[in-house]
C-alpha cells in the first residue's frame, strides 16, 4: 500500500539523523573506529536514498494533486497558534529528496576517501549525517517553522564544517562569517513568518498558500513585503547580491562539504524556497521581478569574478553563486519547474567539479606533503598538465565543464536554455525581462570562458607542481573515482528529466511539478513563442557557449604560467577582478567597522555597563536586598508583636471585604 | 445491597459508608498505629514498625480514594456535609502521597536523631486525615472540625523533638497563634450562618443569591474573617509571622510536611468556600488580589535577605502561596486547573529540597547556610543536580513542572483580565532567582571548604527514592504536563456553584462545562 508506507515517510529523516547520533557518539569515545564510522555514515545515506526511491515510487503511483501531509505530533500550541510537527510530501519535495539523498549517498562514499588520513574522521561523518537530517527536514516540513529548524540545522553544520578544521584561524572565521551573514538573512525569513501569520493566521503551508489568493489584494504591499522578506532569507543562505560574500570563504571545509552543502544542496534552500511559495511570489509581480533580477544580476557578477580568480575552489565557488543566480532568475520569471530543473542538473554538475578538483587537490596535498613542501595545493598557478596524473579526473571534470557551459546534449544546456528562453518569452511582455535575459547570456559567455580556463590551467600545458613533486602525483582511489563517474553519467543524461517538447521530449519534470505550480501558473500571462523564435534562441545559447570556450582557448596560454610564488602581482581590472571588486573591503568600510564601533563604543561600554548592569542589573538588586533586610527585621521572633501585626491584617481584610 | 457511584444516596448509610471510605481507612490505620505504638516505643524498630503500618493505612485510603475516583463517584440528592466528587479525590491523593513521602523522609531522620516517638506516625495521619476532610467538606462545621484536627496534630508534630529548645518555642508559637487565628475562623463561620442561617457551602450559595445578600455586611464581615483564618493556614502576608519560626524549629520533614499538605488542604478549603458559597460575592475578588500581591512581594524579598537554607526555603513557600493565590484570584476555570497542577508541582519541589535539606543537616540542621553547600557537586554529584532541579522548578525554568505550573497560572491570570497581577508574579519570580540560583553557585561554582565538608550528609535508600521519584517527576511533567493537566482541568471545574436561581446575578465564573 503506497499510503501506508508514505506514512513512514519518517524514515527518511530518521536514518541520518540515527547516523548522527552513533557517529557522534563514536567521535566521543572511539574516534578511531574509522570502519565502524564509515560503514554507518554511509550505510544511513544509501539507506534513506532507498527510503526516498520508494516513498517517491509509491507517491508517484497515486501523483496526487494535493500535497500529502503526515502530522506526527502536536508541537508549539499557544493561543491561536498551532504548529504541528508535519511533514509533507509533494512532488517538489519529491524531487529536492532525491537530490539530497542521492547526491549526498555519492559525497558520502567520497568522503570515505578524501578523509581517509584525518584526525576528526568519526566527527567529521556526524556533523555530514547531521547535515542531511536537517537539509531533509527543510524540504520535507509541512510548515514554516518546521523548515525553518532545517533551515537554521543546516546553516549550523554548514559553520561547524566550514570551520571543520578550526585549529586554524582563518578556517574558523570563515565559519564565523557565514553563520552571522546567514543571521542577516534569517531575520528576514523570520520578520516573513510573523507576517504571514499575521496575515494568514496559519504557518502550515497548505492554508497559507490555499488562503493567500483570498486575504492578499494581488500586487498588495503586503504581499510583496512577505516576499521581500523571504528574499533576503533566499539572499543569505542561496549566496546572492548582497549577501553573497560567505560563500568563497566557506571554501576553507574540506572539499566534499563545499560539494555537498555548498554547491549541491543546502546554497540551493533558497531557491526550493521561492519554488515551495510559489503562490506568494506570483501575487507580487514586484517580489518576482526582484528574484529574477537580483537572480540575473548576480549570475553575470559573480562570472566576472570568477574570471580571475587562481584558488581552484574559488572559481568553482563563484561559478555556484552565478549559477544560484541563474536558478533565482528562473522561478522570480515564474519558471518553477525550469529552476528547480537547473537546480537538479547544477547539483549533478557542480557536485562533480567540486569533487574533481577535491581529487586534484588530494593529489597535489599528497605530493607536497611528501616532498614537504609548504606550497598551495589549490593554486592553479602550481597545476598544469594533470591530465596525464588524473585522467578518469580530468576526462569527467571536462564533461561536466561541456555541461556547466550549455553545450548540448548535456545536462546543464537543457536547463539554462530553459529559463534564459523563459525569460526571453516573458520579455515579450515585459522589457525588463529583455535586460535579465541579456545579462544571462552574457553570463553564458563568462562561465564557458572561465570555466575552459579553470580546466586549461590545470590539466593542460606544462606542469608546474615541481620537479621533486611531480612523480608523487597519482589518481585518487576507486573510492573516490567511482562517485564521480556516476555523477558524470548524471551530468551527461539529467537532460532527459525534462527534455523540451521543442525537440521531441516529454518535459517530463515540468508535468511532474505541475500540481505545485498550478495556482501560480494561473495568475500569469502566458506567453507563448513562434518555434523559430525558439529554435534561434537555442542556436543563439549555443553559440555564445561555443565562443566562450573557443575564446578560452585561443586567448589562453598556459604555458606561459609560472608558480604561485614566483607571479608578478596583478594590475588594472585584472586586480580589481582579482580582488573581487572590493566588496569585502567595501562592507568592512560601511557595514563591518561601523557596527563595531557602536557595539563597542555606545552598546557596550555605555548602555550595557553603565546604565543596564550599573543602574538596572546591580541597582535594583541592592534595592531588592535592602527591602528584603527591612522585611526581615520585622520578624522579631516576638508573639506579642505578630498578633498586632495580625490584627492589622485583619483590619485590613475586614475592611477591604466591607468596602 | 446496590450501589450506583455515579449517583451515591448520602442519606443512606451504605452509600455514606462508601463516600467516606479514604476517611475511614485512614482513621482505622491511625487507631491501629496508636494501639501498637502504646506497647511499642522504645527502639528503632518500633519505629519502623509505626512507620511501615502509617504506610499500608495511607495505601489503603489511597486505594479507597482512587477506586472512587476511577468509578467516577458523584454525590446525588440533597446537599449533605461531604463532597463526592473529583476535586476532593485528587486533593486527598495529594495530601495522601506528601504523607508518604514525609514518612519515608522520616525513617532516616528520626534514626539519625534519635527521637524514639512513633507517635509523631500516629499524628501524621490524624493531621492527614483533617486534611482530607477540609477538602471534602461541603458544610464549614465539617470545615472547621478537620481543621482543627489538622491544626492540633501538627503543634504536636512540631514540638515532636522534646529535647530541642527551638522545637518547642516552634510548636508553643505555632499553637499560640494557631488558636488566635482559629478563633477568627470560627467567628467568620458564626457571622456567614448568622447571613445564611446555613453552614452547607452549597446553600450558603443559594441563599447568597436568592436573599441578594452580596452586599449584607454581616455576610461581607464573615468571609473577610474566613479569609483571614485561611490566609493564616496558607501564610499568606500578613497573617505569615508564624511560617518562619515554625518552619525553622520543627523538625525537617515535618517542616516539609507543613510547607507542602498544609498550604494546599488550607488551599483546597478555601478553593471549595469561595467558589460554591461565594462565586457570586465580588467583594474577596479585590482581597485576594491584595493577599496575593502582598504574599508574592514580601515573601520574595524578605527570601533574599535569608542566610541559611531552611529560613530561605520558609519565605519561598510563603511566595509560593502568593502565586498560588494568584490563580484562586482569577475565579475561573482554567485558574481552578493551573491552581490544582501548581499545587502538585510546588509538593514535589518543596518537599524533595527538604528531604535533601534534611539530609543535609545533622543536629544543627538549624544552621545550614546556602555557603555550606559549596562544592557540593564534586563531592555528591547526584544529591547537588536533585537540589538543583528543585531550585531550577521553585523559579520556573522551563523544562521543569514549576514552569508549566506557573505558565499556565499566567495565562489564566491574562486571560481574566489580571494583566497586572501576572506582570508582578513574572517581576516576583525574577526577584526568586537571586535566592534560588546562589544555592545552585554555591553547589556548582564554589570549591569544597574542605574534605570532610559533605561528610555528614547521608540520604538513606528511601529518602533516595523519594527524592529521585520527585525530581523524575518534576522533570517528567515539565515535558508531558497534558495527563495531569487534564485531570486538574476537570478535578478543578468538579468544584462549582449550585445553579443560579435570581436571574439578576451574574453567572458564576467557576461554571466552566468540561467533562472527563
Given at each position: 500500500?503506497?499510503?501506508?508506507?508514505?506514512?513512514?515517510?519518517?524514515?527518511?529523516?530518521?536514518?541520518?539523523?540515527?547516523?548522527?547520533?552513533?557517529?557522534?557518539?563514536?567521535?566521543?569515545?572511539?574516534?578511531?573506529?574509522?570502519?565502524?564510522?564509515?560503514?554507518?555514515?554511509?550505510?544511513?545515506?544509501?539507506?534513506?536514498?532507498?527510503?526516498?526511491?520508494?516513498?517517491?515510487?509509491?507517491?508517484?503511483?497515486?501523483?496526487?494533486?494535493?500535497?500529502?501531509?503526515?502530522?506526527?505530533?502536536?508541537?508549539?500550541?499557544?493561543?491561536?497558534?498551532?504548529?504541528?510537527?508535519?511533514?509533507?510530501?509533494?512532488?517538489?519535495?519529491?524531487?529536492?529528496?532525491?537530490?539530497?539523498?542521492?547526491?549526498?549517498?555519492?559525497?558520502?562514499?567520497?568522503?570515505?576517501?578524501?578523509?581517509?588520513?584525518?584526525?576528526?574522521?568519526?566527527?567529521?561523518?556526524?556533523?555530514?549525517?547531521?547535515?542531511?537530517?536537517?537539509?531533509?527536514?527543510?524540504?520535507?516540513?509541512?510548515?514554516?517553522?518546521?523548515?525553518?529548524?532545517?533551515?537554521?540545522?543546516?546553516?549550523?553544520?554548514?559553520?561547524?564544517?566550514?570551520?571543520?578544521?578550526?585549529?586554524?584561524?582563518?578556517?574558523?572565521?570563515?565559519?564565523?562569517?557565514?553563520?552571522?551573514?546567514?543571521?542577516?538573512?534569517?531575520?528576514?525569513?523570520?520578520?516573513?513568518?510573523?507576517?504571514?501569520?499575521?496575515?494568514?493566521?496559519?504557518?502550515?503551508?497548505?492554508?497559507?498558500?490555499?488562503?493567500?489568493?483570498?486575504?492578499?489584494?494581488?500586487?498588495?504591499?503586503?504581499?510583496?513585503?512577505?516576499?521581500?522578506?523571504?528574499?533576503?532569507?533566499?539572499?543569505?543562505?542561496?549566496?546572492?547580491?548582497?549577501?553573497?560574500?560567505?560563500?568563497?570563504?566557506?571554501?576553507?571545509?574540506?572539499?566534499?562539504?563545499?560539494?555537498?552543502?555548498?554547491?549541491?544542496?543546502?546554497?540551493?534552500?533558497?531557491?526550493?524556497?521561492?519554488?515551495?511559495?510559489?503562490?506568494?511570489?506570483?501575487?507580487?509581480?514586484?517580489?518576482?521581478?526582484?528574484?529574477?533580477?537580483?537572480?540575473?544580476?548576480?549570475?553575470?557578477?559573480?562570472?566576472?569574478?570568477?574570471?580571475?580568480?587562481?584558488?581552484?575552489?574559488?572559481?568553482?565557488?563563484?561559478?555556484?553563486?552565478?549559477?544560484?543566480?541563474?536558478?533565482?532568475?528562473?522561478?522570480?520569471?515564474?519558471?518553477?519547474?525550469?529552476?528547480?530543473?537547473?537546480?537538479?542538473?547544477?547539483?549533478?554538475?557542480?557536485?562533480?567539479?567540486?569533487?574533481?578538483?577535491?581529487?586534484?587537490?588530494?593529489?597535489?596535498?599528497?605530493?607536497?606533503?611528501?616532498?614537504?613542501?609548504?606550497?598551495?595545493?589549490?593554486?592553479?598557478?602550481?597545476?598544469?598538465?594533470?591530465?596525464?596524473?588524473?585522467?578518469?579526473?580530468?576526462?569527467?571534470?571536462?564533461?561536466?565543464?561541456?555541461?556547466?557551459?550549455?553545450?548540448?546534449?548535456?545536462?546543464?544546456?537543457?536547463?539554462?536554455?530553459?529559463?534564459?528562453?523563459?525569460?526571453?518569452?516573458?520579455?515579450?511582455?515585459?522589457?525588463?525581462?529583455?535586460?535579465?535575459?541579456?545579462?544571462?547570456?552574457?553570463?553564458?559567455?563568462?562561465?564557458?570562458?572561465?570555466?575552459?580556463?579553470?580546466?586549461?590551467?590545470?590539466?593542460?600545458?606544462?606542469?608546474?607542481?615541481?620537479?621533486?613533486?611531480?612523480?608523487?602525483?597519482?589518481?585518487?582511489?576507486?573510492?573516490?573515482?567511482?562517485?564521480?563517474?556516476?555523477?558524470?553519467?548524471?551530468?551527461?543524461?539529467?537532460?532527459?528529466?525534462?527534455?523540451?517538447?521543442?525537440?521531441?521530449?516529454?518535459?517530463?519534470?515540468?508535468?511532474?511539478?505541475?500540481?505545485?505550480?498550478?495556482?501560480?501558473?494561473?495568475?500569469?500571462?502566458?506567453?507563448?513563442?513562434?518555434?523559430?523564435?525558439?529554435?534561434?534562441?537555442?542556436?543563439?545559447?549555443?553559440?555564445?557557449?561555443?565562443?566562450?570556450?573557443?575564446?578560452?582557448?585561443?586567448?589562453?596560454?598556459?604555458?606561459?604560467?609560472?608558480?604561485?610564488?614566483?607571479?608578478?602581482?596583478?594590475?588594472?581590472?585584472?586586480?580589481?577582478?582579482?580582488?573581487?571588486?572590493?566588496?569585502?573591503?567595501?562592507?568592512?568600510?560601511?557595514?563591518?567597522?561601523?557596527?563595531?564601533?557602536?557595539?563597542?563604543?555606545?552598546?557596550?561600554?555605555?548602555?550595557?555597563?553603565?546604565?543596564?548592569?550599573?543602574?538596572?542589573?546591580?541597582?535594583?538588586?541592592t534595592a531588592s536586598r535592602a527591602l528584603g533586610w527591612l522585611g526581615s527585621r520585622l520578624q522579631t521572633g516576638e508573639v506579642g508583636f505578630y498578633v498586632a501585626l495580625f490584627v492589622v491584617g485583619v483590619l485590613l481584610v475586614v475592611g477591604g471585604a466591607m468596602r | 445491597m446496590n450501589l450506583d457511584f455515579q449517583a451515591l444516596d448520602l442519606s443512606r448509610t451504605c452509600d455514606l459508608l462508601v463516600a467516606l471510605a479514604p476517611e475511614l481507612a485512614l482513621t482505622l490505620a491511625a487507631l491501629v498505629v496508636l494501639l501498637v505504638v502504646a506497647w511499642r516505643h522504645r527502639t528503632l524498630e518500633d519505629v519502623r514498625l509505626a512507620g511501615w503500618l502509617t504506610l499500608a493505612g495511607l495505601g489503603a485510603a489511597g486505594f479507597a480514594a482512587w477506586f472512587l475516583w476511577w468509578n467516577g463517584a458523584r454525590a446525588a440528592g440533597i446537599p449533605a456535609m461531604i463532597a463526592v466528587d473529583d476535586f476532593r479525590l485528587v486533593a486527598d491523593w495529594l495530601f495522601l502521597g506528601t504523607a508518604a513521602l514525609t514518612v519515608l523522609v522520616s525513617f532516616d531522620y528520626l534514626a539519625r536523631e534519635e527521637l524514639w516517638v512513633p507517635e509523631y506516625f500516629a499524628l501524621l495521619l490524624f493531621a492527614t486525615l483533617g486534611m482530607m476532610l477540609m477538602a471534602g467538606a461541603e458544610d464549614l462545621m465539617v470545615l472547621f472540625l478537620g481543621l482543627e484536627l489538622m491544626s492540633i496534630a501538627l503543634y504536636v508534630l512540631a514540638g515532636s523533638s522534646r529535647r530541642s529548645a527551638s522545637g518547642a518555642e516552634a510548636a508553643l508559637k505555632y499553637f499560640l497563634l494557631g488558636a488566635f487565628a482559629s478563633g477568627f475562623l470560627l467567628y467568620g463561620i458564626a457571622l456567614v450562618y448568622g447571613a445564611t442561617a446555613t453552614t452547607n457551602l452549597t446553600l450558603i450559595g443559594v441563599q447568597v443569591v436568592t436573599l441578594g445578600l452580596q452586599h449584607s455586611t454581616m455576610l461581607l464581615i464573615g468571609l473577610g474573617l474566613l479569609l483571614v483564618g485561611f490566609g493564616f493556614k496558607v501564610a499568606a502576608v500578613p497573617f505569615h509571622m508564624w511560617a518562619p519560626d515554625v518552619y525553622d524549629g520543627s523538625p525537617t520533614p515535618i517542616t516539609g510536611y507543613m510547607a507542602t499538605a498544609v498550604k494546599a488542604a488550607a488551599f483546597a478549603a478555601l478553593f471549595r468556600v469561595l467558589g460554591e458559597s461565594f462565586a457570586a460575592v465580588p467583594a474577596w475578588h479585590a482581597i485576594v488580589w491584595w493577599l496575593a500581591v502582598a504574599t508574592m512581594v514580601v515573601g520574595n524579598l524578605v527570601a533574599l535577605a535569608q542566610r541559611t537554607l531552611k529560613r530561605m526555603l520558609a519565605y519561598s513557600s510563603i511566595a509560593h502561596a502568593g502565586y498560588l493565590l494568584v490563580a484562586v484570584a482569577t475565579g475561573t476555570g482554567a485558574g481552578a486547573a493551573a491552581f490544582l497542577f501548581y499545587l502538585v508541582a510546588y509538593t514535589l519541589m518543596t518537599l524533595a529540597a527538604f528531604a535533601l535539606l534534611a539530609a543535609k543537616g545533622t543536629n544543627g540542621e538549624r544552621d545550614v547556610r546556602i555557603d555550606d553547600l559549596a562544592g557540593l557537586a564534586q563531592r555528591r554529584p547526584w544529591l547537588a543536580l536533585a537540589l538543583a532541579v528543585c531550585m531550577l522548578s521553585l523559579l520556573g525554568i522551563p523544562g521543569t513542572a514549576g514552569f508549566i505550573g506557573k505558565w499556565y497560572i499566567l495565562v489564566a491570570a491574562t486571560a481574566s483580565g489580571q494583566g497586572l497581577l501576572a506582570a508582578i508574579l513574572v517581576l516576583a519570580s525574577v526577584i526568586s532567582a537571586g535566592y534560588y540560583l546562589p544555592v545552585i553557585m554555591a553547589m556548582y561554582m564554589q570549591p569544597e571548604p574542605s574534605a570532610e565538608a559533605h561528610a555528614g550528609m547521608r540520604l538513606g535508600r528511601l529518602g533516595s527514592a523519594v527524592v529521585a521519584a520527585a525530581v523524575a517527576g518534576l522533570l517528567f511533567f515539565g515535558v508531558r504536563p497534558n495527563r495531569l493537566l487534564d485531570i486538574a482541568r476537570v478535578s478543578g471545574a468538579s468544584v462549582r456553584a449550585a445553579p443560579a436561581v435570581s436571574s439578576d446575578v451574574t453567572p458564576a465564573p467557576l461554571r466552566e462545562p468540561t467533562g472527563r
Open positions: 500500500m503506497p499510503t501506508s508506507l508514505l506514512g513512514a515517510l519518517w524514515v527518511v529523516p530518521a536514518l541520518p539523523l540515527l547516523g548522527f547520533l552513533m557517529n557522534g557518539a563514536l567521535a566521543l569515545w572511539r574516534p578511531q573506529a574509522r570502519t565502524a564510522v564509515s560503514t554507518i555514515g554511509v550505510a544511513v545515506l544509501v539507506l534513506a536514498c532507498g527510503a526516498a526511491v520508494a516513498a517517491v515510487a509509491g507517491f508517484a503511483g497515486l501523483h496526487p494533486a494535493a500535497p500529502l501531509v503526515i502530522r506526527y505530533w502536536e508541537w508549539m500550541p499557544v493561543g491561536d497558534l498551532r504548529v504541528d510537527f508535519a511533514l509533507q510530501f509533494d512532488q517538489l519535495s519529491a524531487v529536492m529528496v532525491l537530490v539530497v539523498t542521492g547526491v549526498g549517498a555519492l559525497i558520502h562514499v567520497f568522503s570515505v576517501g578524501y578523509m581517509q588520513a584525518d584526525a576528526g574522521y568519526a566527527r567529521y561523518f556526524a556533523y555530514l549525517n547531521l547535515f542531511v537530517f536537517f537539509m531533509l527536514m527543510l524540504v520535507l516540513g509541512a510548515s514554516f517553522p518546521v523548515m525553518f529548524v532545517g533551515w537554521e540545522g543546516v546553516g549550523l553544520c554548514s559553520y561547524l564544517l566550514i570551520g571543520f578544521w578550526f585549529n586554524e584561524q582563518i578556517n574558523a572565521d570563515a565559519g564565523k562569517k557565514a553563520f552571522i551573514v546567514n543571521r542577516i538573512g534569517d531575520v528576514g525569513f523570520l520578520i516573513a513568518m510573523f507576517l504571514i501569520f499575521r496575515a494568514t493566521g496559519s504557518l502550515d503551508f497548505g492554508p497559507v498558500f490555499g488562503r493567500a489568493a483570498m486575504v492578499f489584494p494581488p500586487a498588495g504591499a503586503s504581499v510583496t513585503a512577505i516576499t521581500l522578506f523571504l528574499f533576503l532569507g533566499c539572499t543569505g543562505k542561496s549566496a546572492q547580491i548582497p549577501l553573497f560574500t560567505w560563500l568563497p570563504d566557506a571554501m576553507q571545509g574540506p572539499t566534499p562539504v563545499s560539494a555537498l552543502i555548498h554547491a549541491a544542496t543546502m546554497v540551493t534552500a533558497g531557491v526550493y524556497l521561492v519554488a515551495r511559495c510559489n503562490v506568494l511570489f506570483a501575487l507580487s509581480p514586484l517580489g518576482s521581478a526582484t528574484v529574477a533580477g537580483v537572480g540575473a544580476l548576480t549570475a553575470l557578477f559573480a562570472a566576472t569574478i570568477a574570471l580571475k580568480q587562481w584558488d581552484i575552489k574559488r572559481v568553482l565557488a563563484y561559478s555556484t553563486i552565478s549559477q544560484l543566480g541563474y536558478m533565482f532568475l528562473g522561478v522570480g520569471t515564474g519558471a518553477y519547474a525550469a529552476g528547480i530543473f537547473h537546480l537538479v542538473t547544477h547539483a549533478f554538475f557542480k557536485a562533480l567539479l567540486f569533487l574533481g578538483s577535491g581529487s586534484v587537490i588530494h593529489a597535489m596535498h599528497h605530493a607536497y606533503h611528501a616532498t614537504h613542501a609548504h606550497d598551495d595545493a589549490q593554486d592553479m598557478r602550481n597545476m598544469g598538465g594533470l591530465r596525464r596524473y588524473l585522467p578518469w579526473t580530468a576526462a569527467l571534470m571536462w564533461i561536466a565543464t561541456l555541461a556547466i557551459a550549455g553545450i548540448p546534449p548535456l545536462s546543464g544546456f537543457f536547463s539554462k536554455d530553459e529559463i534564459l528562453g523563459a525569460a526571453f518569452a516573458l520579455g515579450t511582455a515585459e522589457p525588463a525581462w529583455l535586460v535579465y535575459w541579456a545579462m544571462g547570456i552574457a553570463a553564458a559567455l563568462l562561465t564557458a570562458f572561465y570555466m575552459t580556463r579553470l580546466m586549461l590551467y590545470t590539466f593542460h600545458g606544462p606542469n608546474r607542481t615541481g620537479d621533486k613533486e611531480r612523480e608523487h602525483l597519482h589518481e585518487a582511489p576507486w573510492v573516490m573515482t567511482g562517485p564521480l563517474v556516476v555523477l558524470g553519467v548524471l551530468s551527461v543524461v539529467g537532460g532527459a528529466l525534462n527534455l523540451p517538447e521543442l525537440m521531441g521530449g516529454g518535459a517530463a519534470l515540468q508535468h511532474w511539478l505541475e500540481p505545485v505550480t498550478a495556482l501560480a501558473d494561473r495568475m500569469r500571462p502566458v506567453v507563448e513563442l513562434s518555434h523559430a523564435m525558439e529554435w534561434t534562441l537555442v542556436g543563439g545559447a549555443v553559440l555564445v557557449a561555443a565562443l566562450g570556450i573557443v575564446g578560452a582557448v585561443r586567448l589562453l596560454h598556459p604555458e606561459a604560467l609560472v608558480p604561485a610564488r614566483l607571479a608578478p602581482p596583478e594590475t588594472g581590472l585584472e586586480r580589481l577582478l582579482w580582488k573581487k571588486w572590493y566588496v569585502d573591503e567595501i562592507y568592512d568600510a560601511v557595514m563591518v567597522r561601523p557596527v563595531q564601533w557602536l557595539a563597542r563604543e555606545v552598546l557596550w561600554k555605555t548602555i550595557d555597563l553603565r546604565l543596564v548592569d550599573g543602574l538596572l542589573v546591580n541597582g535594583s538588586a | -
